[in-house]
């Protein structure tokens, strides 16, 4: 059914049980763009490609900037990440009602107030928003960890190219109908820096042990590169994200995840034999199974469009998928001889 407000879409999702029928109404694109936002994220990366027999000594020197991510209501684990979240917007009429002070203090708190001929004023350019609302949520997950001294130079920060995907999943699997909810549009990015940088955030992470009340971040990591390829897909440990994988170790957004196969995929230089070569060594040491396909079916795309964002052949990500469950046995096997299946 297509529906003509906010307000009717919203009731619609409430009274729908969670799941496949609440992914129903936001298949239908009217009725999404009607609680649409956006969100926007980074992730920063240190090192460069270097030499070796194995795809994983190759990229052994490149390090991946993220956060352990906190339920900011609960305290528990969930999730890691990249730096970012939801975008904050003002609507026209909240904007119309405040004095020209006022709406300057908005600037660098609201996304979309920016300063146009030292007036403030409303924008909707979706890559103004999407850098200030990198920067903002930079700004406020590391000030969470106690770190309120490092900008992010917005230059550098480059966008991974994921055109309309999805993070519907708050919306269709947990909003329990109170409040507000959205459908949201997230923006990727990365940042390249030295590993100094990533070194000097994920120690201070650790000294200060700031952390804010209703933290959303519980430490800075600096996480190899080849590490960070094998976090989605264990159903393992004591807690649990919702869909059941692990709280503690997986990537909360499985766009964030396809960052860090973007990244190796570029440190590579898009080459498909080595790309088949890295997923074969990721997941000849994980004892779950890695696959893109349940990952871009949750940001509502398929294996072309990970092709796509991965600049890499369809006809490999699809032999890889094919050939990952006997790796994948093979390495449960050497994990857990007595219960692999």
Not at 83 to 106: H, I, Y
Not at 153 to 182: E, S
């Amino acid at each position: 059914m297509i529906y003509q407000s906010r307000t009717e879409v919203l009731e619609a999702l409430r009274q729908a049980p969670f799941g496949k029928p609440r992914q129903k109404i936001l298949d239908i694109k009217q009725n999404r763009d009607l609680i649409l936002n956006s969100g926007a994220n980074v992730t920063l990366v240190a090192g460069k490609t270097g030499t070796g027999n194995t795809i994983k000594k190759q990229l052994q020197n490149i390090r991946l900037g993220l956060i352990a991510r906190l339920n900011a209501k609960t305290g528990a684990p969930d999730g890691i990440g990249a730096l970012g979240g939801l975008a904050e917007r003002t609507s026209e009429e909240e904007f119309a009602r405040l004095d020209e002070a006022a709406q300057k203090k908005l600037i660098g708190f609201r996304d979309d107030v920016i300063l146009q001929n030292g007036m403030p004023v409303l924008t909707t350019d979706i890559n103004i928003i999407r850098i200030n609302n990198v920067l903002r949520e930079t700004r406020e997950e590391l000030e969470n960890l106690g770190i309120t001294d490092f900008k992010l130079p917005t230059d550098a920060v480059k966008l991974v190219k994921m055109p309309d995907i999805r993070d519907d999943n708050y919306a269709v699997n947990i909003w329990n109908g109170k409040n507000n909810v959205w459908a949201i549009t997230p923006y990727c990015h990365i940042l390249r820096c030295p590993q100094e940088t990533l070194n000097m955030l994920a120690q201070r992470s650790q000294d200060l042990k700031q952390h804010q009340k209703l933290s959303e971040a519980a430490e800075f990591m600096n996480l190899p590169l080849f590490e960070a390829l094998k976090r989605y897909g264990s159903f393992s440990g004591t807690e649990r994200l919702e869909d059941g994988r692990n709280a503690q170790t997986d990537y909360r957004y499985p766009h964030e995840w396809l960052v860090s196969w973007y990244i190796a995929s570029a440190a590579l230089k898009h080459d498909d034999n080595a790309f088949l070569r890295l997923m074969t060594e990721v997941q000849d040491e994980t004892p779950w199974k890695i696959s893109f396909r349940p990952a871009a079916k949750k940001f509502g795309k398929d294996l072309d469009f990970v092709a796509g964002v991965l600049k890499i052949s369809p006809d490999t990500i699809r032999q890889a998928e094919k050939i990952m469950p006997n790796t994948h046995v093979s390495a449960l096997n050497r994990s857990n001889p007595h219960q692999a299946q």
